[in-house]
């Protein structure tokens, strides 16, 4: 098993920026990928960035919607990921989780991965 816990969610004005945190713990050494996601209230839960978790991958991966304002990264010593937003505006407002993907599915589906985090809220006011 894998635990997830989310952190750095609040309350922002559009163009600020907000680092996402997620501490990860348990079997940490069985993820392959390491994933954020949203959901927007009404909206399915959609693809945010990736990162590969193994100690030879730690390829990145992005939705074009958020390409170049966001950025995913990693700290394996600490089992920690991090989404870094900048430049946020108001579509980018979600409850946002943190997952990671044990098995071979696509990084980009949220069937794919195993486990979740409880999720953390960002609000961006225009």
């Known amino acids: 098993q894998v635990q997830l816990v989310e952190s750095g969610g609040g309350s922002v004005q559009a163009g600020a920026s907000l680092r996402l945190s997620c501490a990860a713990s348990?079997?940490?050494?069985?993820?392959?990928?390491m994933g954020w996601f949203r959901q927007a209230p009404g909206k399915e839960r959609e693809f945010v960035a990736a990162?590969?978790?193994?100690?030879?991958?730690?390829?990145?991966y992005y939705a074009d919607s958020v390409k170049g304002r966001f950025t995913i990264s990693r700290d394996k010593g600490k089992n920690t990921v991090y989404l870094q937003m900048n430049s946020l505006k108001p579509e980018d407002a979600a409850d946002y989780y943190c997952?990671?993907?044990?098995?071979?599915?696509?990084?980009?589906?949220?069937?794919?991965?195993?486990?979740w985090g409880q999720g953390t809220q960002v609000t961006v006011s225009s």
């Open positions: 348990g079997r940490t050494f069985s993820s392959r990928f």
């Open positions: 990162i590969g978790w193994t100690w030879t991958d730690g390829r990145t």
């Open positions: 997952a990671s993907e044990v098995g071979s599915g696509a990084i980009t589906d949220p069937r794919a991965y195993d486990y």
